[in-house]
């Protein structure tokens, strides 16, 4: 087999790749046009391995995308490239619509044109994998059931609006042409290799620098925190179960609100690198909300644990004490970054 990954050196295309790479004997091809996000160093493993190819290309690149189909002939799609930061959504909305609603229609006329080729045999076995976001579904408050699969959708911001229009269009090819393809929405991820301006490792390197930390509102609102290790593999086992017209909700339910989740960093920090100034909760800053800001999302995984034989291992305590340690021992990757360009940055709140 030969899987097509886009965004495979993203925070979570990377974890993927990585897991199917040492769990499998699969040939990767890895497409990432390598935008400010991109990490190779999560890849540098894996930087002579035969398995893994990577082609630099940008997924709104129809004849790259066409060529990329014709020289590897992939069985597996799995489609992560996606610009994914609801911040810079809103203050950048066109290159989200771009890269998430336009990137999404070509890769999937590329994919179903190279699908409509194939042997009868092949054309069956063939999987297209979309990964979204639970952002799709809206804003829940105390008490709503969950996100599933039937959940009605309600984006909010720029960003979940084009993810919604992706997941559309992955569903409206899978039932007029008849593209075997299906659909994964997962909760807020979080690990090693996060860039520095998503909230766990944002808040982890303030913190570190004894930077204030900036919570939006009252720092209330709830997220579902999935560590990304186990999203890889719940991806992995989808891309070869799923079955096509599908809907996987994944999720590890793991709900806490902002400022839970900020306290529990400054305390596992202070439990790992104690500061001599004192508790890094004292850091804690709560500033302006920002516009549109859903209040809680939450998944019920129940359908996709049944139907991958899959459960989320990690509880949050564990996933973050990791996470921090893994950050702690990495500030040769992190400084750089933080430094250049986004020293200072506002806090986020997407995984």
Known sequence: MTILITGGFGFIGSAVVRHLLATTDQVIVNIDKLTY????????????NPRHIHIRADICDAEAMHAAFAAHRP?????????????????????????????????LEAARAYWAALEPAARAA?????????????????????????????????????????????????HTYGLPAFVSNTTNNYGPWQFPEKLIPLVTLNALDGKTLPVYGDGSNVRDWLHVDDHAEALALALFRGAPGETYCIGPRQERSNLQVVQAICATLDALRPDPAGPRARL???????????????????????????????????????????????????????????????LGTKA
């Open 37 to 48: 996000a991109a990490t190779p160093a999560s890849l540098a493993m894996h930087a002579r």
């Open 75 to 107: 069985t597996h799609v799995m489609h992560l490239a996606a610009e994914s930061h609801v911040d810079r959504s809103i203050d950048g909305p066109a290159e989200f619509i771009r890269t998430n609603v336009v990137g999404t229609q070509v890769l």
């Open 126 to 174: 063939f999987r297209f994998h979309h990964v979204s976001t639970d952002e799709v579904f809206g804003s829940l408050h105390h008490g709503d059931a969950p996100f599933g699969p039937t959940t009605p959708y309600d984006p909010r911001s720029p960003y979940s609006a084009s993810k919604a229009a992706s997941d559309h269009l992955v569903r409206a090819w899978q």
């Open 284 to 346: 804690i800053t709560f500033v302006r909300d920002r516009p549109g800001h859903d209040f809680r999302y939450a998944m019920d995984p129940s359908g996709a644990e049944a139907a991958l034989g899959w459960r989320a291992r990690y509880d949050f305590e564990t996933g973050l004490r990791q996470t921090v340690e893994w950050y702690l021992a990495n500030e040769a990757w992190w400084r750089p970054i933080r430094e250049g360009h986004y020293a200072g940055q506002r």
